[in-house]
Protein backbone atom coordinates (compact mmCIF):
# COMPACT_ATOMS: atom_id res chain seq x y z
CA UNK A 1 0.00 0.00 0.00
CA UNK A 2 1.31 3.54 -0.86
CA UNK A 3 0.98 6.35 0.95
CA UNK A 4 -0.63 9.96 -0.66
CA UNK A 5 2.06 12.70 0.58
CA UNK A 6 -0.35 15.04 2.77
CA UNK A 7 -1.72 17.99 0.85
CA UNK A 8 -1.07 21.42 2.49
CA UNK A 9 -3.13 24.22 1.62
CA UNK A 10 -2.35 28.16 1.88
CA UNK A 11 -4.28 29.34 4.98
CA UNK A 12 -6.93 31.73 4.50
CA UNK A 13 -9.11 33.74 6.01
CA UNK A 14 -11.39 32.61 8.49
CA UNK A 15 -14.38 34.60 6.48
CA UNK A 16 -14.85 37.68 3.81
CA UNK A 17 -16.90 40.23 4.56
CA UNK A 18 -19.68 41.19 2.28
CA UNK A 19 -18.20 44.34 1.16
CA UNK A 20 -15.42 42.96 0.47
CA UNK A 21 -17.14 40.37 -1.56
CA UNK A 22 -18.79 43.03 -3.93
CA UNK A 23 -15.26 44.87 -4.26
CA UNK A 24 -13.64 41.17 -5.74
CA UNK A 25 -16.91 40.99 -7.92
CA UNK A 26 -16.77 44.63 -9.11
CA UNK A 27 -13.22 44.82 -10.02
CA UNK A 28 -13.15 41.94 -11.73
CA UNK A 29 -16.08 42.89 -14.06
CA UNK A 30 -14.82 45.77 -14.44
CA UNK A 31 -11.14 44.53 -15.86
CA UNK A 32 -13.64 42.59 -18.45
CA UNK A 33 -15.38 45.91 -19.16
CA UNK A 34 -12.03 47.81 -19.84
CA UNK A 35 -10.69 44.87 -22.25
CA UNK A 36 -14.35 44.97 -23.97
CA UNK A 37 -14.58 49.18 -24.00
CA UNK A 38 -10.78 48.94 -25.68
CA UNK A 39 -11.48 46.59 -28.21
CA UNK A 40 -14.46 48.60 -29.42
CA UNK A 41 -12.63 51.83 -29.02
CA UNK A 42 -9.36 51.44 -29.98
CA UNK A 43 -7.40 54.66 -29.27
CA UNK A 44 -6.85 57.38 -31.74
CA UNK A 45 -3.46 58.30 -32.59
CA UNK A 46 -3.61 61.42 -33.31
CA UNK A 47 -5.91 62.90 -31.43
CA UNK A 48 -4.22 61.57 -28.89
CA UNK A 49 -1.02 63.29 -29.78
CA UNK A 50 -2.76 66.85 -30.37
CA UNK A 51 -4.35 66.54 -26.85
CA UNK A 52 -1.07 65.97 -25.44
CA UNK A 53 0.33 68.53 -27.32
CA UNK A 54 -2.41 70.94 -26.02
CA UNK A 55 -1.87 69.82 -22.44
CA UNK A 56 1.80 70.76 -22.61
CA UNK A 57 1.36 73.81 -23.64
CA UNK A 58 -0.56 74.90 -20.12
CA UNK A 59 1.38 76.41 -17.11
CA UNK A 60 0.11 74.45 -14.96
CA UNK A 61 1.03 70.77 -16.29
CA UNK A 62 4.33 72.26 -17.46
CA UNK A 63 4.93 73.30 -13.85
CA UNK A 64 4.73 69.88 -12.44
CA UNK A 65 6.45 68.21 -14.74
CA UNK A 66 9.57 67.02 -13.53
CA UNK A 67 11.05 66.40 -10.02
CA UNK A 68 14.49 67.57 -8.93
CA UNK A 69 16.26 65.98 -5.66
CA UNK A 70 19.78 64.80 -4.32
CA UNK A 71 21.24 61.59 -3.89
CA UNK A 72 25.18 60.88 -2.57
CA UNK A 73 25.94 64.68 -3.67
CA UNK A 74 24.66 65.16 -7.28
CA UNK A 75 21.21 65.96 -8.74
CA UNK A 76 18.82 63.71 -10.41
CA UNK A 77 15.73 65.03 -12.14
CA UNK A 78 13.51 63.46 -14.59
CA UNK A 79 9.31 63.75 -15.80
CA UNK A 80 7.29 63.12 -12.48
CA UNK A 81 4.22 61.53 -11.90
CA UNK A 82 2.06 64.18 -12.76
CA UNK A 83 2.69 64.12 -16.29
CA UNK A 84 3.00 60.21 -16.26
CA UNK A 85 -0.40 60.43 -15.37
CA UNK A 86 -1.88 63.04 -17.95
CA UNK A 87 0.01 61.54 -20.86
CA UNK A 88 -1.67 58.16 -19.53
CA UNK A 89 -5.12 60.08 -19.69
CA UNK A 90 -4.09 61.29 -23.44
CA UNK A 91 -3.09 57.82 -24.41
CA UNK A 92 -6.19 56.32 -23.39
CA UNK A 93 -7.11 52.55 -22.39
CA UNK A 94 -4.76 52.93 -19.90
CA UNK A 95 -5.39 51.28 -16.11
CA UNK A 96 -2.75 52.40 -13.64
CA UNK A 97 -3.00 52.19 -9.95
CA UNK A 98 -0.65 51.58 -6.28
CA UNK A 99 -2.53 48.73 -3.82
CA UNK A 100 -1.30 47.76 -0.61
CA UNK A 101 -0.70 44.36 -0.42
CA UNK A 102 0.22 43.53 2.90
CA UNK A 103 1.09 45.93 6.01
CA UNK A 104 3.07 44.17 8.57
CA UNK A 105 2.87 46.07 11.73
CA UNK A 106 5.13 44.07 14.02
CA UNK A 107 8.17 44.36 11.25
CA UNK A 108 6.49 48.22 10.49
CA UNK A 109 6.35 47.14 6.66
CA UNK A 110 4.11 47.40 3.61
CA UNK A 111 4.04 45.50 1.20
CA UNK A 112 3.17 47.21 -2.28
CA UNK A 113 2.12 46.73 -5.38
CA UNK A 114 2.41 49.33 -8.48
CA UNK A 115 1.10 49.07 -11.91
CA UNK A 116 0.05 50.42 -15.23
CA UNK A 117 -1.46 48.17 -18.23
CA UNK A 118 -2.52 49.01 -21.67
CA UNK A 119 -5.62 47.11 -21.85
CA UNK A 120 -5.19 47.76 -25.60
CA UNK A 121 -2.37 46.33 -26.40
CA UNK A 122 -2.20 43.93 -23.50
CA UNK A 123 1.05 45.73 -22.42
CA UNK A 124 1.35 45.28 -18.73
CA UNK A 125 4.48 46.77 -16.51
CA UNK A 126 4.38 46.20 -12.27
CA UNK A 127 6.43 46.15 -9.32
CA UNK A 128 5.93 44.59 -5.63
CA UNK A 129 8.23 46.70 -3.16
CA UNK A 130 8.35 46.80 0.40
CA UNK A 131 8.32 49.96 1.97
CA UNK A 132 9.31 50.68 5.42
CA UNK A 133 7.10 52.46 8.06
CA UNK A 134 10.24 55.04 8.46
CA UNK A 135 11.06 57.99 7.47
CA UNK A 136 14.41 60.10 6.95
CA UNK A 137 14.55 63.30 8.85
CA UNK A 138 17.38 66.17 10.10
CA UNK A 139 17.62 64.03 13.58
CA UNK A 140 17.42 60.83 12.15
CA UNK A 141 15.51 57.78 11.10
CA UNK A 142 12.16 57.75 12.67
CA UNK A 143 9.54 55.35 12.83
CA UNK A 144 6.41 55.79 12.17
CA UNK A 145 3.27 54.67 14.35
CA UNK A 146 0.26 57.34 12.75
CA UNK A 147 -2.14 55.53 10.51
CA UNK A 148 -1.99 58.36 8.69
CA UNK A 149 1.23 58.92 8.60
CA UNK A 150 1.99 55.31 7.14
CA UNK A 151 -0.76 55.31 4.65
CA UNK A 152 1.03 59.08 3.47
CA UNK A 153 4.33 57.06 3.43
CA UNK A 154 3.25 54.64 1.39
CA UNK A 155 1.90 56.70 -0.99
CA UNK A 156 4.60 58.69 -1.20
CA UNK A 157 6.98 55.88 -2.16
CA UNK A 158 4.45 54.10 -4.67
CA UNK A 159 3.95 57.25 -6.81
CA UNK A 160 7.49 56.81 -7.98
CA UNK A 161 7.02 53.00 -8.87
CA UNK A 162 3.35 54.10 -10.29
CA UNK A 163 5.43 56.84 -12.74
CA UNK A 164 7.96 54.11 -13.65
CA UNK A 165 5.48 51.87 -14.62
CA UNK A 166 3.06 54.17 -16.83
CA UNK A 167 6.11 55.50 -18.56
CA UNK A 168 7.26 51.57 -19.05
CA UNK A 169 4.11 50.77 -21.10
CA UNK A 170 3.67 54.12 -22.86
CA UNK A 171 5.85 54.98 -26.22
CA UNK A 172 9.40 56.37 -25.49
CA UNK A 173 8.48 59.09 -28.54
CA UNK A 174 5.52 59.86 -27.16
CA UNK A 175 6.77 60.70 -23.66
CA UNK A 176 10.02 62.75 -25.00
CA UNK A 177 7.79 65.23 -27.18
CA UNK A 178 5.96 65.76 -24.05
CA UNK A 179 8.94 66.48 -22.04
CA UNK A 180 10.47 68.45 -24.36
CA UNK A 181 7.44 70.56 -25.12
CA UNK A 182 6.66 71.11 -21.43
CA UNK A 183 10.63 72.34 -21.68
CA UNK A 184 9.41 75.10 -23.93
CA UNK A 185 6.47 76.00 -21.94
CA UNK A 186 8.20 76.58 -18.75
CA UNK A 187 11.32 78.57 -20.60
CA UNK A 188 8.41 80.55 -22.49
CA UNK A 189 6.84 81.54 -19.02
CA UNK A 190 3.06 81.63 -20.43
CA UNK A 191 4.10 84.90 -22.36
CA UNK A 192 4.92 86.98 -19.83
CA UNK A 193 8.11 89.21 -20.28
CA UNK A 194 11.39 88.12 -18.96
CA UNK A 195 12.03 90.49 -16.62
CA UNK A 196 8.69 89.96 -15.15
CA UNK A 197 9.64 86.51 -14.91
CA UNK A 198 12.27 86.77 -13.05
CA UNK A 199 10.76 89.10 -10.55
CA UNK A 200 8.48 86.62 -9.70
CA UNK A 201 11.24 83.80 -9.41
CA UNK A 202 12.88 85.94 -6.74
CA UNK A 203 9.93 86.89 -5.06
CA UNK A 204 8.54 83.81 -4.81
CA UNK A 205 12.34 82.31 -3.50
CA UNK A 206 11.97 84.81 -0.96
CA UNK A 207 8.77 83.43 0.58
CA UNK A 208 10.78 80.47 1.30
CA UNK A 209 13.51 82.01 2.86
CA UNK A 210 16.19 81.87 0.04
CA UNK A 211 17.57 85.46 -0.66
CA UNK A 212 18.09 86.94 -4.30
CA UNK A 213 21.99 86.43 -3.24
CA UNK A 214 21.72 82.91 -3.10
CA UNK A 215 20.05 82.01 -6.18
CA UNK A 216 22.80 84.60 -8.11
CA UNK A 217 25.56 82.29 -5.98
CA UNK A 218 24.28 79.41 -7.85
CA UNK A 219 23.40 80.61 -11.46
CA UNK A 220 27.19 81.87 -11.25
CA UNK A 221 25.69 85.27 -12.72
CA UNK A 222 23.41 88.50 -11.26
CA UNK A 223 19.83 88.21 -11.59
CA UNK A 224 19.39 91.04 -14.87
CA UNK A 225 21.66 88.03 -16.96
CA UNK A 226 19.61 85.18 -16.22
CA UNK A 227 18.43 83.77 -19.17
CA UNK A 228 14.87 81.59 -19.97
CA UNK A 229 16.25 78.31 -19.03
CA UNK A 230 17.54 79.51 -15.86
CA UNK A 231 14.10 80.73 -14.67
CA UNK A 232 12.52 77.56 -15.91
CA UNK A 233 15.25 75.45 -14.11
CA UNK A 234 14.46 77.76 -10.92
CA UNK A 235 10.28 77.16 -11.30
CA UNK A 236 11.54 72.84 -11.16
CA UNK A 237 13.63 73.81 -7.98
CA UNK A 238 10.54 75.77 -6.53
CA UNK A 239 8.42 72.98 -7.13
CA UNK A 240 10.26 70.45 -5.51
CA UNK A 241 11.04 72.55 -2.86
CA UNK A 242 7.68 73.25 -1.90
CA UNK A 243 7.33 68.71 -1.77
CA UNK A 244 10.01 68.23 0.15
CA UNK A 245 12.32 66.54 -2.64
CA UNK A 246 14.69 68.86 -2.46
CA UNK A 247 16.20 71.38 0.44
CA UNK A 248 17.55 75.01 0.16
CA UNK A 249 20.77 73.82 1.79
CA UNK A 250 21.44 71.43 -0.90
CA UNK A 251 20.11 73.58 -3.89
CA UNK A 252 21.15 76.91 -2.93
CA UNK A 253 24.55 76.00 0.04
CA UNK A 254 25.72 78.85 2.23
CA UNK A 255 29.02 80.02 1.11
CA UNK A 256 31.87 78.62 3.26
CA UNK A 257 33.90 81.48 5.33
CA UNK A 258 37.23 80.62 5.78
CA UNK A 259 39.13 81.22 9.39
CA UNK A 260 41.53 84.10 6.93
CA UNK A 261 38.23 86.22 5.92
CA UNK A 262 36.92 86.26 9.80
CA UNK A 263 40.37 87.63 10.67
CA UNK A 264 40.34 89.84 7.49
CA UNK A 265 43.72 88.16 6.82
CA UNK A 266 45.37 89.59 9.71
CA UNK A 267 48.64 87.12 10.63
Not at 55 to 71: E, H, M, N
Amino acid sequence: MTHQPARTTAPSPARIGQGTAVEQSRAAAEVQAAVVVAQQCPRNIQAALAEMRESCRQPYLADRAFFRYSRAGSTITGPSVHLARELARVWGNVQYGLVELRRDDEYGQSEMQAFAWDVQTNSRNSSTFVVPHRRDTKHGVKELKDMRDIYENNANNGARRVREAIFAILPPWFVEEAKDLCNRTLQDGGGKPLARRIADAVKAFEGLGITAGRIETKLGRPSDQWTEHDVAQLGVIHQSLQRGEVTADEEFPAPRVTAEEITGGAQ
